[in-house]
């Protein structure tokens, strides 16, 4: 099992470079195709309207710009993945709006790479919402890149947020080519004597033997704490020097999430190390 193809979002922001390095980085360790893809922002569903329906006022905005600067982005990704040594690449610039476009184009990949939206250096062309969109529209793994901090080499002592959900099994199984290439894992649990967590008499022994028998190499860290569970896997993650985490997203309602707060929307908010996840 390994990884095919991977699609990374690019734009014209300071942050595009850091995602094509990492997106680099692991189309080089399995041998996969890497596409950039770019988007103006805007479907072509608007003017279509404004031709079709006479309700719909006509749209004449100059999009040229706005090309051009895909353009400028996606050839910044093509000259950036062939001096990093990815043998196959392609690019992809997409009259959509950046959200539906990951998500569509994503559903033919194995990975898709984007990044953080909040905090930093943000293409006003991107809604505040990207990753979570991306997230829940489109079944393939995302990789979240942070907005701060320069990435370095990534996957190497990977964090795994292990709670028995079908979202972190998910996860789990999408990134097991990535797993398998990393020096250390950690399977983090965080309050396993909870209802609903069925992990026995010894929490994480089945993943952990599981992934054992994936030639993975890992750890169970459990850890017991009032506070949210959200502060105790960054903890943990801060504490073992992990560069990458792999968890479930959206376990419970985006709604319930927005309201109450939850993992998947603290790490999104939080981050300092790219998220690999699946909902």
């Known amino acids: 099992m390994s990884l095919k193809t991977i699609i990374v979002h690019v734009d014209t922001t300071s942050r595009s470079g850091e ?33 079709i329906d006479p309700m719909v006022p006509p749209c004449s905005m100059d999009l040229e710009p706005v090309r051009q600067d895909c353009r400028t982005a996606l050839a910044a990704f093509e000259a950036q993945a062939r001096a ?38 943000n293409s006003v ?7 979570e ?25 990977i964090a795994v947020a292990w709670n028995g959900s079908m979202e972190a099994r998910r996860a789990i199984a999408s990134a097991i080519p ?44 459990c850890r017991a704490t009032q506070d949210g ?5 960054i903890d943990a993650m801060s504490a073992c020097g992990a560069d990458m985490i792999v968890m479930g ?9 927005f309201i109450m707060g939850g993992v998947t929307r603290t790490m999104l908010e939080s981050m300092t190390v790219p998220a690999w996840m699946a909902h």
């Open 19 to 51: 995602r094509v390095k990492i997106a680099a980085q692991l189309a080089m360790d399995d041998d996969a195709h890497l596409i950039g893809l770019a988007t103006t922002g805007w479907s072509s569903f608007v003017f279509a309207m404004g031709a």
């Open 84 to 121: 990093l040594g990815v043998a196959s690449v392609e690019t992809r610039l997409v009259e959509e709006e950046a959200g539906m476009a990951l998500a569509l184009h994503g559903r033919y990949s194995d990975l898709i790479v984007l990044g953080q939206t909040r905090g930093a250096a």
């Open 125 to 131: 062309l991107v809604r505040n919402d990207f990753p």
């Open 133 to 157: 969109y991306v997230l829940l529209n489109c079944a393939t793994p995302v990789l979240v890149v942070p907005a701060s901090a320069s990435a370095g080499s990534v996957g190497r002592h």
């Open 178 to 221: 990535v797993l398998q290439r990393a020096r250390q894992v950690s399977l983090v649990i965080i309050n396993p004597e909870l209802p609903g967590m069925d992990e026995g008499d010894e929490p994480g022994a089945d993943m952990a033997l599981y992934l054992a028998r994936q030639g993975i190499r890992v750890e169970v860290l």
């Open 229 to 233: 569970a959200d502060e105790a896997i």
């Open 249 to 257: 997203a959206y376990g419970r309602s985006r709604l319930r999430e």
